[in-house]
C-alpha cells in the first residue's frame, strides 16, 4: 500500500469509530443530556459533529504519516500504532460511558486515561514524523476541554 491508501484507510477506521460513537451519543442528546446542568462554557450541541469529523480525520493522517514509516522504523511505529488503536478504542468508549450508560463519573474517569494516550500517541508519532505529532494537538486540546466540560457536568449533577 501505498502513503494514500495508508492515510485513507486509516481516515476511514477513524471516521467509522466516530459514527458508531455518534449512534449511541443521538439519542441521550435528544432525551437525556437535555436535562443535565451544563456549565456556562458548554457549547452548542451542532459544534461537536463538525469538530470530532475534522478531529479524526487529523487522526487518520496522522495514524497513515506514522503507519507509512514502517519499513523504516518498523517497532517504532509499531509501538506509536498500538497506543493508537488504544486511545481510539479509549475514544469510542467514553461515548458509550457518557451518553450510552449516562454516567458522567465514570467517563470522567475514563477521560483521564483517554488524555494520556492521546498524549503518548503525541508523542510517539512525534518521534516519527513531526507532522502527525503536530495533527494530534487539536484533538488534545479538545479532550482537555472536554475533561473539563465532563468533569463540570458530573459536578453540577452530582
Known amino acids: 500500500m501505498n502513503k494514500i491508501t ?3 484507510v486509516v481516515v476511514v477506521t477513524c471516521l467509522a469509530i466516530g459514527y458508531f460513537s455518534g449512534i449511541v451519543t443521538r439519542s441521550a442528546i435528544t432525551s437525556w443530556y437535555p436535562t443535565l446542568v451544563k456549565p456556562s ?3 452548542p450541541n451542532w459544534i461537536f459533529a463538525p469538530v470530532w469529523s475534522m478531529l479524526y480525520i487529523m487522526m487518520g493522517v496522522a495514524a497513515g504519516l506514522v503507519w507509512s514509516q514502517i519499513e523504516i522504523e518498523k517497532e517504532a511505529v509499531k509501538k ?6 488504544i486511545q481510539l478504542a479509549l475514544n469510542a468508549l467514553w461515548s458509550y460511558l457518557f451518553f450510552g450508560l449516562k454516567n458522567p463519573m465514570l467517563a470522567g474517569l475514563e477521560i483521564v486515561i483517554l488524555w494520556l494516550m492521546i498524549f503518548e500517541t503525541y508523542i ?3 518521534k516519527i514524523n513531526k507532522i502527525a505529532g503536530y495533527l494530534f494537538i487539536p484533538y488534545l486540546l479538545w479532550v482537555s476541554f472536554a475533561a473539563v466540560l465532563n ?3 458530573w459536578w453540577l449533577n452530582s
Open 6 to 8: 495508508k492515510i485513507l
Open 41 to 43: 462554557f458548554n457549547p
Open 80 to 85: 506509536a500504532l498500538i497506543f493508537f488503536a
Open 124 to 126: 510517539q508519532f512525534g
Open 151 to 153: 468533569a463540570s457536568i
